[in-house]
């Protein structure tokens, strides 16, 4: 696949808008800290205050309830009508007035979390029934869009701002078009399985480190206030329009768009980190913490698509991926800023020790936790299993086999047994082996080694 570019056509224009409404509502709540103000215990940072810090642990919560759900309850939660009323709880907590007493504030801090964390997830399971091809391109296109769509908020007025953005969470329910309903999903290869969990442990430790350090910036009252800003909208943009043309023109291949993305965004969120200490002094000719906004911003869409990339390789639903990854992501930032904005100042701990913190730990997530090696071991088992079942789609296209009989040829080929093979598709031992014989008898095979050869030849 190293040679192929990605295809355009077959592309949703309905989910790149409708997850570009989710993200730059994302944005500029959680990141920007939009419709946040700080407060006496909690000063006003990059991040906002204790009502962003409410709203932040309670989006962490919605995604650990989420992925521990069992699997009928988690589809209902994530109906489409479900959804579209948790829109709108989102578009009223997020225009609560300031002036309202704190318990009510802290109730709508709630409601937005938990109903952005169910939003999110949605989005997750919605990606994640596309190819790996597919959804590389759609989610990197709603990124963008959404980062576009911030910088027209910096040139609105503020109450315009607020009145749109009240509207994207309503939209971006309405357009995500994700199965309504459990699908059958194979079990990989009990090696390809060790292998998709190690990886995932890591992108998670990984996650939740460049989470930590982000909040541990975002809790510097010095650090000056992430209003939707110019310079910071412009830089991910910019970085979103590499990332896309690397991706269309070289594919995912042996990783190397992704691994070039990732290495940029790292290397623009620890410049941030060393920008802040300079721009603090006066010493740097911009707010440190634009930079590293959209280092952090860029962090987030690359480990998005990894979430879901890993998800494939383990078979398993994306919106429980997208509700872990963005668990460890949320639940560091929230971590960060707490520890910055209060157990730091109450042990009376020096201003630059947040960021000689942020450094170190981004620093060492980059080199220890989450390589360009893992890069290396994700893309090749992706290859692997998208030419496996491109064989397998092939074979079941050209020898007309039935919807049934095409769920059943990969678990052949895979090397389950007829009982095994019910046991994963509800179905009876005899039904399994009705459907063999049929495959056996179109494809003009005597049995499993012929099936096999037939689909080592495509």
């Known amino acids: 696949m190293a040679d192929q570019k990605l295809p355009l056509d077959g592309l949703s224009f309905r989910r790149i808008v409708g997850f570009a409404c989710s993200q730059s509502f994302i944005i500029s709540v959680f990141h920007l800290g939009m419709g946040f103000a700080g407060d006496g215990a909690f000063p006003s940072g990059p991040f906002?205050?204790?009502d962003l810090i409410c709203a932040l642990v309670s989006l962490f919560a919605g995604f650990v309830v989420l992925s521990s759900l069992p699997e009928k309850i988690r589809f209902a939660i994530l109906s489409r009508p479900a959804l579209v009323f948790g829109g709108v709880l989102m578009a009223l907590a997020f225009l609560c007035?300031?002036?309202?007493?704190?318990?009510?504030?802290?109730?709508?801090?709630?409601?937005?979390?938990?109903?952005?964390?169910?939003?999110?997830?949605?989005?997750?399971?919605?990606?994640?029934?596309?190819?790996?091809?597919?959804?590389?391109?759609?989610?990197?296109?709603?990124?963008?869009?959404?980062?576009?769509?911030?910088?027209?908020?910096?040139?609105?007025?503020?109450?315009?701002?607020f009145a749109l953005m009240a509207v994207f969470p309503i939209a971006s329910a309405a357009w995500i078009d994700a199965p309504q309903a459990p699908g059958i999903r194979s079990v990989?290869?009990?090696?390809?399985?060790?292998?998709?969990?190690?990886?995932?442990?890591?992108?998670?430790?990984?996650?939740?480190?460049?989470?930590l350090s982000a909040g541990l910036i975002g809790g510097i009252p010095s650090a000056g206030s992430w209003s939707v800003g110019l310079l910071s909208a412009l830089l991910f943009a910019a970085f979103l329009v590499g990332t896309l043309s690397i991706v269309l023109s070289d594919g995912f291949g042996k990783g190397d768009s992704l691994n070039k993305s990732y290495r940029l965004s790292v290397f623009l969120f620890l410049a941030g980190i060393l920008a802040v200490s300079?721009?603090?002094?006066?010493?740097?000719?911009?707010?440190?913490?634009?930079?590293?906004?959209?280092?952090?911003?860029?962090?987030?869409?690359?480990?998005?698509?990894l979430f879901l990339?890993?998800?494939?390789?383990?078979?398993?639903?994306?919106?429980?991926?997208?509700?872990?990854?963005?668990?460890?992501?949320?639940?560091?930032?929230?971590?960060?800023?707490?520890?910055?904005?209060?157990?730091?100042?109450?042990?009376?701990?020096?201003?630059?020790?947040?960021?000689?913190?942020?450094?170190?730990?981004?620093?060492?997530?980059?080199?220890?936790?989450?390589?360009e090696r893992d890069f290396d071991s994700i893309s090749k088992t992706v290859a692997e299993?998208?030419?496996?079942?491109?064989?397998?789609?092939?074979?079941?296209?050209?020898?007309?086999?039935?919807?049934?009989?095409?769920?059943?040829?990969?678990?052949?080929?895979?090397?389950?047994?007829?009982?095994?093979?019910?046991?994963?598709?509800?179905?009876?031992?005899?039904?399994?082996?009705?459907?063999?014989?049929?495959?056996?008898?179109?494809?003009?095979?005597?049995?499993?080694?012929?099936?096999?050869?037939?689909?080592?030849?495509?």
């Open 97 to 161: 007035p300031a002036s309202l007493p704190q318990a009510v504030r802290f109730a709508a801090d709630c409601v937005l979390g938990a109903c952005c964390s169910f939003q999110v997830a949605a989005w997750g399971r919605s990606f994640g029934a596309l190819e790996t091809e597919g959804f590389l391109v759609e989610m990197l296109a709603g990124f963008l869009l959404g980062a576009l769509l911030c910088l027209l908020f910096s040139l609105v007025s503020e109450s315009g701002a």
């Open 309 to 371: 990339t890993v998800s494939r390789l383990r078979k398993a639903d994306g919106a429980v991926a997208f509700s872990s990854g963005f668990a460890c992501l949320f639940g560091g930032q929230a971590a960060g800023l707490l520890f910055s904005m209060g157990a730091l100042p109450a042990l009376g701990a020096p201003g630059y020790l947040p960021i000689v913190f942020a450094g170190l730990i981004a620093l060492a997530a980059c080199i220890f936790l989450f390589t």
């Open 278 to 305: 300079l721009s603090g002094g006066g010493g740097f000719p911009i707010e440190g913490t634009d930079v590293m906004l959209a280092g952090f911003l860029g962090l987030q869409a690359i480990l998005a698509c």
């Open 385 to 458: 299993d998208d030419r496996f079942e491109a064989a397998c789609a092939s074979i079941a296209s050209d020898f007309c086999l039935s919807k049934r009989e095409a769920q059943v040829l990969p678990l052949v080929l895979r090397g389950r047994t007829s009982s095994r093979i019910a046991e994963e598709l509800g179905i009876s031992k005899s039904t399994v082996d009705t459907h063999l014989r049929h495959i056996y008898s179109k494809c003009d095979v005597s049995g499993r080694q012929g099936l096999i050869d037939l689909k080592e030849g495509r």
């Open 188 to 211: 990989p290869d009990s090696e390809d399985l060790a292998i998709a969990q190690m990886l995932s442990v890591k992108v998670m430790c990984g996650t939740f480190c460049f989470g």
């Open 48 to 50: 906002g205050g204790f």
